[in-house]
């Protein structure tokens, strides 16, 4: 699809005939002739193949002088065949938050394309728990204390296969801790210490360090 252009130069025994060039016959519509200035005796061959155009293609370039001489020149262009991957163009990360009561979703197909329109098959190659791939939308819903995650995505058509890899940060909400009440049920005696683990009692939803004290009097 993207348009090359080749030098044609041509040459004349009298200095002063100026020289235009030409395609004769059929030709492929996509090749053309910019001549320019007809004194410098050059041209450029405009060649634009679109996308399945392949193999060889021949033409055949007039260069006339400006009393009428003529002489011709057989081209041969060779298109080959360039196969094309997909290409993802969209954003390389997204943020969530944690213990969402709905997942998270995610276009993907929109930041996909494929300059060969070839049908593309979308796998999620990342085993996290939490992250799915559906219809080319990412569903994400992460748990209270989850970490943030690099994700790899396949792209892949006839022409190969693309690695897409997308960050995906989790913020964590902060959530108190939640402790349970307890009663001393067994003896203590006067002036003995009495021991026990509180922090068998408490959790933290986001497994923040925990300090206890002791309030009141």
């Given at each position: 699809e ?16 100026k020289?235009?060039f030409?395609?004769a016959g059929?030709?492929?519509?996509w ?9 410098d ?5 405009i060649?634009q ?5 392949i193999?060889?293609r021949?033409?055949t370039?007039?260069v ?7 002489v ?10 360039v ?8 954003e390389?990360?997204?943020t ?11 276009d ?8 060969d ?8 190659d990342?085993p ?14 992460p748990?209270i204390?989850a ?14 296969v693309?690695?897409?890899?997308i960050?995906v940060e989790?913020?964590n909400?902060n959530?108190?801790p ?6 001393v ?5 006067q002036?003995?210490a009495?021991?026990?683990?509180l922090k068998?009692?408490v959790?933290?939803?986001?497994n923040?360090a925990?300090t ?6």
């Open positions: 993207t348009a090359q252009s080749f030098d044609l130069t041509g040459e004349d025994k009298d200095p002063t005939d020289l235009t030409e395609i059929d030709h492929p519509s090749v053309s002739i910019d001549n320019g200035d007809p004194n005796r050059q041209a450029k061959l060649v193949p679109p996308l399945g155009e193999g060889p021949s033409i370039v007039v006339s002088d400006d009393k009428g001489s003529r011709t020149q057989v081209i041969t262009i060779d298109v080959n065949d196969r094309f991957k997909p290409e993802y163009k969209g390389p990360s997204i969530v938050g944690s213990g969402l009561e709905k997942p998270f979703e995610k993907i197909n929109s930041g996909v394309t494929d300059k329109e070839d049908p593309i098959k979308m796998t999620l990342s996290v728990p939490w992250i799915a791939l559906e219809g080319g939308r990412l569903q994400i819903q748990p204390g970490t943030s995650q690099d994700i790899t995505i396949l792209l892949e058509d006839v022409d190969g693309t690695t897409v890899g960050h989790v913020i909400a959530i108190a939640e402790g349970q009440d307890f009663e049920s067994e003896r203590i005696n002036g003995a009495y021991q026990k683990d068998e009692l959790s933290d939803a986001n923040d925990l206890i004290t002791v309030a009141g009097t």
